[in-house]
């Protein structure tokens, strides 16, 4: 059984000590963590406190794409980084 994200708006203070914006977080219905983890290959979220699986994915969103876009180009810099790093030994 998948259980459902809880979301939650907190304020937060912007750069500007003075002003104060909301902002929407993410929750473990379980024990309340904000520490939820995506994992794209299971198509699947979890709480990496409790291990309770809070979301599945059967629709990959635009918003998991970008996500994902991002990752796959860190580790390519990464693979860069490290071929240059290797050839200059």
């Known amino acids: 059984m998948v259980n459902i ?4 708006a907190v304020k937060v203070k912007s750069d500007n000590e ?3 914006k909301e902002e929407i ?3 473990c219905p379980e024990c309340q963590s904000k520490d939820l983890i995506k994992d794209f290959h299971r198509l699947e979220t979890y709480c990496a406190d409790c291990g309770l699986l809070v979301k599945s994915y059967d629709i990959i969103t635009f918003e998991d794409m970008e996500y994902l876009s991002k990752l ?3 580790e390519k810099e990464a693979k860069k980084k490290k ?3 290797g050839n200059s030994g």
Not at 5 to 8: C, D, L, N, Q
Request: proline letters at 0%.
């Open 25 to 27: 977080i993410e929750l």
């Open 5 to 8: 994200i809880k979301y939650v």
């Open 18 to 20: 003075d002003e104060e």
């Open 83 to 85: 071929k240059m790093q």
């Open 72 to 74: 796959k180009e860190k």
